[in-house]
């Protein structure tokens, strides 16, 4: 198989290829190590190849829905066994996976071809993949500009052909943000959906979840399937999930949706007028569809909701450094200045006020249902400008100067309270204020790549739904796919 053939086919489409065996795994293997090694020296989307493992499993007897389709892993939290998974992070980059995590498990029973891991930031903390460990990932579309973040390797990757689906994960918009930034198809499940098994219970108190990008909205369906078709045994919940496969669900009409929009960033900061557009297009189309769209304000403390969602990340950090410290004496260089700062954040914030934080989650949830009482769904930018370029984001020199220094005499933490602390934080919020609402609320939402900009970079648009509303979101991104088609676009290498 030539590659132009691979690249005209979704996962779901190579899989009935190699079903009724007009193509072996192993040859689709070779096309997409091929496409790797052709692209990745520009993109630096794959970290860790691990091709001579996937061809020896492309030789052996595959079954489940993708057997032999070519797959990546995101390099956080998605285990491999006696892979490393190295997270964006120096301190983690020798130290293999003793265990499979339970969604890469999944993968691999649905006959999939695991043939390497792709970059993240460290810890997946960024909405950028730029990493010290790694280097900066870059976007398909333009090689100065970045893919997003976490998820950007797969993005990357996903968006120049090398798969048509690979694996990622969402703890503050890192599926949404990615694809928005690369042009393809991206859902965040619902809490408690993936299970996040066996070293947790959930992740980030269930504001992350694994998942996909994807080309086609069928092959991100048929993938929600394989990931919850059956209960987690060790998980905290046992989950709603439909009696009829989302593969199914996503192929019904969605019906007349109501869908209220805003392009006002939650934090106040400016929207780019390229931003707004999509939206604006995106509403048009949807009214052409037959769909009631209008205005609406979501009703949810945007500010203080960022402050909540920042107050655990922090935390996230701190606690994260202190694991990977305990169980490997790692030491404090072997850690990016930027999540140690976060983490010497985390130790400035008392018990009391982390616990009160988190139960707020609760009132921005209960904002949000209101919301949905009225609306199927919510419409935004998924970013607030287009993708920025690589290195933009990279903290001021004085802020690094100073955050050193303050390391060194353990008095970093005070840093967090001041103006020049908050300013880089609200830096770099900025551009990606629409999706932290999804996480903190469990609800899923999902990012559509109907937007170009005038210089033909991506920016795809955000719909959030209420609890439970994945099949409607997999149908109404269906309905739009048909309506105007992405999966076909590529960029030039």
């Known amino acids: 198989m030539e590659y132009s053939e691979y690249r005209r086919f979704d996962a779901v489409g190579l899989a009935e290829l190699v079903a009724r065996g007009e193509v072996s795994p192993a040859e689709l293997l070779d096309v997409a190590i091929a496409r790797a090694e052709q692209v990745n020296g520009s993109l630096n989307a794959i970290v860790y190849p691990m091709y001579e493992l996937a061809r020896k499993r492309a030789a052996a007897e595959l079954s489940g829905p993708f057997a032999g389709v070519p797959f990546l892993l995101k390099d956080l939290k998605q285990d491999y066994a006696g892979v490393p998974t190295g997270s964006g992070s120096r301190s983690l980059r020798h130290r293999p996976a003793s265990t499979h995590s339970a969604t890469v498990r999944r993968w691999l029973d649905a006959g999939l071809v695991i043939f390497g891991k792709t970059a993240t930031p460290e810890f997946g903390s960024k909405a950028i993949t730029e990493s010290a460990a790694t280097g900066a990932t870059r976007n398909p579309w333009h090689l100065g500009h970045t893919p997003g973040g976490s998820s950007g390797g797969s993005a990357a990757a996903v968006a120049a052909g090398v798969v048509p689906v690979a694996g990622a994960s969402d703890g503050g918009g890192s599926i949404r943000i990615p694809a928005a930034c690369c042009g ?3 859902l965040k499940p619902g809490r408690g959906l993936v299970p996040c098994g ?5 992740s980030l108190h269930g504001a992350a979840t694994d998942g996909v990008l994807s080309r086609s909205v069928r092959d991100t369906a048929a993938m929600l399937d394989v990931l919850t078709r059956r209960p987690d045994p060790g998980g905290p919940y046992l989950a709603a999930v439909p009696e009829t496969p989302y593969a199914e669900l996503a192929r019904r009409e969605p019906g007349k949706l109501r869908i209220g929009y805003t392009t006002y960033s939650p934090l106040g900061t400016e929207v780019h007028p390229e931003a707004v557009a999509a939206v604006d297009d995106a ?3 949807l009214t052409k ?5 209008e205005p609406a304000d979501p009703g949810t403390d945007g500010a203080q909701l960022a ?6 990340w922090c935390a996230s950090s701190a606690a994260t450094i202190a694991e990977i410290q305990r169980t490997t004496g790692a030491p404090d260089r072997d850690f990016e200045l930027d999540t140690r700062l976060l983490a010497a954040a985390a130790m400035a914030t008392r018990a009391p006020e982390y616990v009160a934080a988190h139960q707020r989650w609760n009132t921005h949830t209960r904002a949000l249902a209101a919301f949905h009482e009225n609306y199927d769904l919510l ?3 998924a970013l607030a400008r287009p993708p920025v370029r690589i290195g933009e984001l990279d903290t001021p020199r004085p802020l690094r100067y100073v955050g050193e220094l303050l390391l060194r005499l353990g008095l970093a933490g005070p840093l967090a309270k001041t103006k020049a602390w908050h300013n880089t934080v609200i830096a770099n919020l900025a551009p990606v204020p629409f999706t932290q609402l999804a996480n903190l609320t469990g609800r899923p939402a999902m990012s559509v790549p109907l937007h170009r900009t005038a210089t033909g970079l991506p920016l795809g648009v955000q719909f959030v739904g209420g609890l439970g509303s994945e099949p409607v979101l997999l149908a109404l991104a269906t309905q739009l796919e048909a309506e105007q088609p992405w999966a076909d676009a590529e960029p030039e290498f």
């Not at 402050?307 to 655990?312: I, N, S, V």
């Open 184 to 186: 393809i198809f991206g």
């Open 198 to 202: 066996p070293d947790s219970a959930e």
């Open 283 to 285: 509403a048009a189309l």
């Open 289 to 293: 569809l037959g769909h009631d769209v």
């Open 307 to 312: 402050r909540d969602f920042l107050t655990m």
């Open 379 to 381: 419409l935004t930018p």
